[in-house]
Each structure stands twice: as structure tokens, then as C-alpha cells.
């Protein structure tokens, strides 16, 4: 009992203040995950998937709805017993004894005794920031919870083949033959909004900025300065064309072009280096020679033959020896597997009959597109993702 004591002592002096690096918060969270499962039953597993994730989703999205979390903010996010939450609320105190209850039973919030609760990290963002919260709302309810419940059910029904059709897979099963992801959240200012949100919490929470992977003087060395220097293809609101520019400030006005569908890009402001240029991946790349055609977490939506089809519409507008393809994406290693990529790869077979590739699914991806090669993968060490380096030949 004593080791226990011990054990449980040290554990509880870590924190995210704990750790010199993302790679080894990383790295300690994978191992602190592997060791619960060595010591969690067969039932307490089960139960977790069963009963517990769902129940937890609900019961804060119950509290984000009743505006919990920011009123609790308001008070400076101090100790509170739940009579004090009903009144700033309004809402019943066995209800939210029931709910806070059950979220501090998963040490998401802390309990202090006699119905009281202290705050942590994660409730004092779900009261500052949106984004975070947005992860809770409807792209959980309206969008990943049913097609992850409908996945089985559509793999069985395909004799358990690995999906690659983007106009028949478990999308279209739940939602409707000819209905597709961006289709479903464009159909909703409030699905839009709320994906965009968790994108953008994805790539700030998970992924280092693609400046700390790639050595971008590659870029700027040798460029002709009369062109582009980045082409951001499918790239939002142009959050990694800015890193760039603050790591490059004096470069050309215009230099770096943002490349989004009409409905994404219209009316947006940007910087006065950035020129915002509305483009459909699909049909030919009208920004020709560019030194360098970035994509970051793009192709993971596509299965192969469509993301061939992207690939190729650059390698058309590069010139050969000078312009290069760098795609920032989950890279799996099958020597170092985390949740932090494989969660990703079932969400995309389940929304996109896509997938998150290997090394060598890169090779064979980049590889089929003609006059295009992969010289180099790029990644930090115990981090997620990489950036892929292709070459035109």
C-alpha cells in the first residue's frame, strides 16, 4: 500500500507546468495512458466506451448550455458550492449537483467537500474560450457521435472493406445519398462556425507550428522574388501564411497568396503580404511557378484517387527543379503509435472514407502522381505530424 501511496503522491505533483516540451507532456501522457489500462479491468474499460465518454459529453455540453463555465469565470473561477452556481445560473441545484458531480468523478473539475467545486485549466477554457467549447456543440452531436455509431453497422454492410469512396461511404449513410461533410456544415451558420472553431483548437492543440518543422530558409533561399513565394492551398483564414510572415517580415507585398473556396475566403481581411486568391483544389492551380505549394491537413480528407487528383493540379503549375509541394499532415509511425493520430484517421474513415497515411502511403500516394517525388519527411521527435517535401521532377 505504500508504493501506491508513493505512486499516487508523485503523480499528483504533475502538471502541464511540468514539462520543458509539447513532445514530452506528449510522451508522459502515452505512457500515463498505457499504465491505467494495465490496471483497469476488463469492465472498467468497457464501461468507460460504453457508459461514461457518452455521459461526459452530455453533461458538459449541459453546462456550456447553461452557462456555467463563464459565469463561473466571472467570479474569478474560485471554489463554489452548488447553491452558488444555481443562483448565478438560475438553474435547478440537483440538476447541477447531478452534472458536476459526475464531471469531477473524471477529475475534470475538483472536488473539495460539501457539495463545493474548484476549477481547473480545462473549466476555466471552457469559460474563456469558444473555440474549445465549440468541440462540445454540435460538431460532437450533429456530427462525430452518429457516424461514429454508424460505422460499424456501414463496415459490416460493406463486408468490411477499408472505404474509399467519398460519394458512398458512412456519410452518406447516415446523412443521405449525395450529401457530403462540407455540404452537411456549410448548410449551418452555426456548424460552420463551430467547425472552423475545432479546427482551429486542432491545429493550436495538437500540431506544432509548420515554422518549427520545416527549415522555411529552403523557401526564401534562392527564391525569384518576382512570384509567390507560398501558395497556401486550402487554407482557411490564412493562420499559416501569418506564421510564416512573422518569421519572414520583410518580404514583398503580395508573397504569399491564401487559396480557399469562394464561401471561405469572401470578405476576409488579411495581411497586406497575404493576397487572397478563391480557388477550387480540384480544377487546375492558376498560380503558376510558385516556390513553394503548402497544404496542411487537406489531403487527410480525401481517399487517394481524389487526393491524386489535388496533388496533380499543383504538379502541373510547378516548375520543375525550383517549385515544391510541402503537405503537413499526420505522418503515422508504426514505431511510436499515440491517440493523438489514430483518433484522427478513424474520424476521417468515418466522415470522408479517408484516412491518415504511413510513410509508405506517401510514397505510394506522391509517387503515382507523375513528375512529382518525395525528398524528405520532416518531424520533430515524439510530436504529431510531419511535413512532406516533394520535389518536381
Request: net charge negative; hydrophobic share 40%.
Amino acid at each position: 500500500m505504500a508504493s501506491v501511496d508513493q505512486a499516487i503522491s508523485r503523480l499528483n505533483e504533475i502538471n502541464t507546468e511540468s514539462f520543458d516540451s509539447e513532445s514530452e507532456r506528449l510522451r508522459l501522457s502515452n505512457a500515463i495512458l498505457s499504465t491505467l489500462r494495465k490496471v483497469q479491468s476488463p469492465w472498467d474499460i468497457a464501461s468507460t466506451h460504453g457508459f461514461v465518454n457518452p455521459t461526459i459529453a452530455a453533461s458538459v455540453k449541459t453546462l456550456i448550455d447553461a452557462r456555467v463555465f463563464t459565469k463561473w469565470v466571472e467570479q474569478g473561477s474560485k471554489p463554489l458550492r452548488v447553491d452558488e452556481f444555481a443562483e448565478l445560473t438560475g438553474v435547478d441545484a440537483v440538476l447541477l449537483s447531478r452534472l458536476l458531480r459526475h464531471i469531477a468523478a473524471q477529475h475534470l473539475i475538483t472536488f473539495v467537500g460539501e457539495d463545493t467545486y474548484a476549477s481547473t485549466p480545462w473549466a476555466l477554457s471552457l469559460g474563456t474560450d469558444p473555440a474549445i467549447a465549440s468541440i462540445y456543440g454540435t460538431f460532437y452531436h450533429e456530427l462525430i457521435a452518429p457516424l461514429a455509431l454508424s460505422l460499424p453497422s456501414y463496415l459490416g454492410g460493406t463486408g468490411f472493406k477499408n472505404p474509399n469512396d467519398e460519394k458512398d461511404g458512412n456519410f452518406q449513410r447516415v446523412h443521405g445519398k449525395g450529401s457530403s461533410l462540407y455540404g452537411f456544415v456549410g448548410a449551418s451558420p452555426l456548424r460552420s462556425k463551430e467547425f472552423a472553431d475545432v479546427m482551429k483548437c486542432h491545429a493550436r492543440g495538437s500540431i506544432l507550428p509548420w515554422t518549427e518543422v520545416y527549415d522555411t530558409y529552403q523557401i526564401v533561399m534562392g527564391a525569384k522574388m518576382d512570384r509567390p513565394l507560398v501558395v497556401d492551398v486550402g487554407g482557411s483564414k490564412g493562420h499559416d501564411l501569418e506564421k510564416f510572415h512573422q518569421k519572414y517580415p520583410d518580404i514583398p507585398k503580395g508573397s504569399l497568396v491564401l487559396q480557399d473556396i469562394p464561401e471561405v475566403v469572401e470578405g476576409l481581411t488579411v495581411d497586406p503580404a497575404i493576397s487572397v486568391c478563391p480557388h477550387d483544389f480540384f480544377t487546375p492551380q492558376p498560380v503558376k511557378g510558385a516556390r513553394a505549394y503548402y497544404l496542411h491537413i487537406v489531403l487527410h480528407n480525401w481517399p487517394d484517387h481524389k487526393a491524386a487528383e489535388i496533388l496533380k493540379n499543383i504538379a502541373d503549375a510547378m516548375e520543375p527543379g525550383y517549385s515544391k509541394i510541402l503537405i503537413y499532415e499526420d505522418v503515422i509511425s508504426m514505431r511510436e503509435l499515440s491517440i493523438q493520430v489514430t483518433f484522427p484517421d478513424m474520424t476521417m474513415m468515418a466522415l470522408c472514407s479517408s484516412a491518415e497515411r504511413f510513410e509508405n502511403d506517401w510514397h505510394r500516394l506522391v509517387g503515382g502522381v507523375k513528375g512529382l517525388k518525395i525528398v524528405k519527411f520532416w518531424h520533430r521527435p515524439h510530436t504529431i505530424g510531419g511535413i512532406v517535401e516533394v520535389d518536381r521532377i
